[in-house]
């Protein structure tokens, strides 16, 4: 079968590399939607809380449910809106506000730039007073930054512009709510922290999208996958292996199959470009469902341990990598 190791060790290096960025451990919030990007949300979920994290992401109420005794907050990023003395929702429209339940905890969020979800500037005035209306407590305002990853002025653009949303729900009269905008490429490259949270996804499970021109913060990556073997034969120089026979054996050689495919959520990829795993070995011909093919006789193969370099391999991005991975497969902490 597959299993995927979790390495504690460079999870907390990386929440301490943003620490340094923030100030304070007290200041991060750990996104742990997508099955915490594929890491296993109740895993992830106790590991943070154990280093200290007391504000968890996630996507809706039942991912919200499975880790709520570990945080002190938690916010939901889309999902009907109810009172709860933990959660707090995501205001993305005006029709969240309307159909929230009264005294519900919300964060509105603003669109600054990204043209996704949240408010916009110009009924940013009509989205305070139906908040005020419905008796909704605002305890959050925030944004999402579309190009933090990216050298340019976008980033800088989109900060003013929450710089004056912040001004003008306070010119409104709402008090002592949170205030965040940086994700993790935004926390990796400022040089000055001055809100209240950050939302860390990606950066907290090892990964570093920034050019290079940027400061290099070291992470380390979380996960690896690995797959065991099922069987092994000998292959004749000539012959032909998998569907549509693409590999073709060019001397005799000994391979093994090994419990991964596409059905766990492993990249199909391309079979004249073949991938080649985290020990070096290219994976022979095409990618079954449940099964991929190497020259190896190893009883466990690791397949991937740096998704950012596997993402390269595949034309893709890490959250594409980790985030498909199939939540049955077996993750155990190192």
Known sequence: MAFITINKQNFYHNLNQI?????SIEKIAIV????????????????????????????????????????????ILGDKIVKDEKYSYTINSLEDIKNAQKGAKVELKVDTGMHRNGIALDALDEALDLIQ???????GVMTHFRSADELGSELF?????????????QEAG??????????????????HFDEDLVRVGIGAYGYNELPDVFDQIELRPVMA????????????????LGYGGEYIAENEVRVSTYY???????????????????????????????FITIASEKEEVCVMNDAQAAAKQLGTISYEITTALSSDIPKEVI
């Open 225 to 240: 996958l690995h797959a065991t073997r099922v069987s092994s034969r000998v292959v004749k120089a000539g012959e032909r």
């Open 157 to 169: 653009w989109q900060q003013k512009q929450f710089e004056t949303v912040k001004k003008r729900v």
């Open 19 to 23: 620490a340094l960025k923030t100030g």
């Open 32 to 75: 742990l939607k997508d099955n915490a990007y594929g890491h296993g949300l109740e895993l992830i979920g106790t590991l943070a809380a154990e280093f200290g994290i007391k504000h968890a992401v996630v996507r809706k109420t039942t991912e919200a449910a499975l880790i709520k005794p570990l945080f002190e907050t938690v916010l």
């Open 133 to 139: 209306k419905n008796e909704l407590e605002l305890v």
């Open 260 to 290: 991964l495919g596409y059905g766990d959520g492993w990249c199909r990829g391309d079979a004249k470009n073949p991938y080649i795993t985290g020990e070096g070995l290219p994976i022979l011909g095409r990618v079954s469902m449940d």
């Open 174 to 191: 709402f008090t002592g709510m949170r205030v965040h905008s940086h994700n993790s490429a935004a926390i990796l490259r400022t040089k």
